[in-house]
C-alpha cells in the first residue's frame, strides 16, 4: 500500500469517527432538550404499560375460569334437561282432578295453607326435624318428599284386560298421590321426636320406626295396610286390582312384617 491510500484510507476513518461523535452530540441534546417533561411522560408511559398488562393478565385468568367452568355447566344443563323430561312425564300422566287443584292453588296461594281433610291428619301435627336426627334417610335434615311415580296410558294399555279391569289411568295415578301421601306421613312420624308428637300417635310412631329399620324397608318410603282410608283408594275390589297393578308396574313391594302388610314404593324400571 503506498501513502496515498493510507492517508485516504485515514482520512475517511477520521471522518466516520467525526460523523458518529456528531451524532451522538446530536441525541444527547434532543435527550437534554427538555429535561423537566422527559422523565414524567416516561414514567407516565411506564405505569400505562404495566396497567394494561395487568388488565390482560386479569382477562386471561378470566377466560381460564371459564373455560374451567364449562364441563360444569354442560354437566348441570344435562341434569335440567332430565329433570325438565320427568316434570313433563309427571304433568302429562297427572290426573285431571289433580291438575284442577293445583291451577285453585296458584291462583289462591293461602289455600295451601288449608289441611286438606282428605289426606292423613297426621301430616300437619308441628314437628321441627333439626332437633332430632333421621332414622329412614340418614344424612338429612328432615324426610325428602315421597317419590310419585305416575304411570302412563301406555304402561296401562300393556296390561291384560283381566288384570285392568275397569281400572282408568286417573283412578291408579290418583292412588298413586295417595300412598306418597300415606308413605310421608309415616316417615313424618319416624323422625319426629317424641315431644313433638299427640300421645295417641307415639305408639304408632314406635311401630313404624321398628319397621323402618328392618332390611327390606331400611331407607325407603313405605305405607300399611292400615293406612289406607280412601277416598281414592281403598280396601275394596277397585283398590286391591289397584295395588296388584301397582305391583305388576314396578310401583310398589309388599312384605309382611310381623303382624303388619308392608308396602314399599319402588322405582319403575
Same mark, same amino acid.
Given at each position: 500500500?503506498?501513502?496515498?491510500?493510507?492517508?485516504?484510507?485515514?482520512?475517511?476513518?477520521?471522518?466516520?469517527?467525526?460523523?458518529?461523535?456528531?451524532?451522538?452530540?446530536?441525541?444527547?441534546?434532543?435527550?437534554?432538550?427538555?429535561?423537566?417533561?422527559?422523565?414524567?411522560?416516561?414514567?407516565?408511559?411506564?405505569?400505562?404499560?404495566?396497567?394494561?398488562?395487568?388488565?390482560?393478565?386479569?382477562?386471561?385468568?378470566?377466560?381460564?375460569?371459564?373455560?374451567?367452568?364449562?364441563?360444569?355447566?354442560?354437566?348441570?344443563?344435562?341434569?335440567?334437561?332430565?329433570?325438565?323430561?320427568?316434570?313433563?312425564?309427571m304433568?302429562?300422566?297427572?290426573?285431571?282432578?289433580?291438575?284442577?287443584?293445583?291451577?285453585?292453588s296458584?291462583?289462591?296461594?293461602?289455600?295451601? %295453607?288449608?289441611? /286438606?281433610?282428605? @289426606?292423613?291428619? *297426621? $301430616?300437619?301435627?308441628?314437628? &321441627? !326435624?333439626?332437633?332430632?336426627?333421621? #332414622?329412614?334417610?340418614?344424612?338429612?335434615?328432615?324426610?325428602?318428599?315421597?317419590?310419585?311415580?305416575?304411570?302412563?296410558?301406555?304402561?296401562?294399555?300393556?296390561?291384560?284386560?283381566?288384570?285392568?279391569?275397569?281400572?282408568?289411568?286417573?283412578?291408579?295415578?290418583?292412588?298413586?298421590?295417595?300412598?306418597?301421601?300415606?308413605?310421608?306421613?309415616?316417615?313424618h312420624?319416624?323422625?319426629?321426636?317424641?315431644?313433638?308428637?299427640?300421645?295417641?300417635?307415639?305408639?304408632?310412631?314406635?311401630?313404624?320406626?321398628?319397621?323402618?329399620?328392618?332390611?327390606?324397608?331400611?331407607?325407603?318410603h313405605?305405607?300399611?295396610?292400615?293406612?289406607?282410608?280412601?277416598?281414592? %283408594?281403598?280396601? /275394596?275390589?277397585? @283398590?286391591?286390582? *289397584? $295395588?296388584?297393578?301397582?305391583? &305388576? !308396574?314396578?310401583?310398589?313391594?309388599? #312384605?309382611?312384617?310381623?303382624?303388619?302388610?308392608?308396602f314399599?314404593?319402588?322405582?319403575?324400571?
Amino acid at each position: 500500500m503506498d501513502l496515498k491510500q493510507a492517508g485516504s484510507s485515514l482520512d475517511a476513518l477520521v471522518s466516520s469517527f467525526h460523523t458518529r461523535i456528531v451524532e451522538l452530540q446530536e441525541l444527547v441534546i434532543a435527550r437534554n432538550m427538555y429535561p423537566s417533561t422527559s422523565m414524567p411522560d416516561l414514567s407516565a408511559v411506564d405505569a400505562t404499560l404495566k396497567t394494561m398488562e395487568s388488565q390482560i393478565q386479569a382477562i386471561k385468568d378470566r377466560l381460564q375460569e371459564e373455560r374451567n367452568a364449562i364441563p360444569k355447566a354442560k354437566k348441570l344443563i344435562d341434569l335440567s334437561q332430565r329433570q325438565q323430561r320427568k316434570l313433563q312425564h309427571m304433568l302429562a300422566h297427572m290426573p285431571p282432578s289433580m291438575l284442577k287443584n293445583q291451577s285453585r292453588s296458584v291462583q289462591n296461594p293461602s289455600s295451601s %295453607l288449608v289441611p /286438606d281433610d282428605s @289426606g292423613p291428619d *297426621i $301430616l300437619h301435627e308441628p314437628c &321441627h !326435624l333439626k332437633e332430632e336426627p333421621v #332414622a329412614m334417610l340418614k344424612g338429612k335434615k328432615g324426610p325428602s318428599p315421597a317419590p310419585r311415580w305416575y304411570i302412563s296410558a301406555e304402561e296401562l294399555d300393556s296390561l291384560s284386560s283381566y288384570m285392568r279391569g275397569r281400572l282408568t289411568l286417573d283412578k291408579v295415578n290418583i292412588a298413586i298421590n295417595e300412598i306418597a301421601m300415606y308413605a310421608e306421613a309415616n316417615s313424618h312420624l319416624v323422625s319426629c321426636p317424641k315431644k313433638k308428637l299427640a300421645e295417641d300417635t307415639w305408639e304408632k310412631a314406635l311401630e313404624l320406626r321398628d319397621i323402618a329399620t328392618t332390611e327390606a324397608v331400611k331407607g325407603k318410603h313405605f305405607f300399611l295396610e292400615t293406612d289406607i282410608k280412601g277416598p281414592g %283408594l281403598k280396601l /275394596d275390589n277397585t @283398590g286391591k286390582a *289397584i $295395588l296388584t297393578v301397582l305391583r &305388576h !308396574l314396578g310401583r310398589i313391594l309388599e #312384605a309382611r312384617i310381623g303382624h303388619h302388610r308392608v308396602f314399599i314404593l319402588s322405582k319403575p324400571h
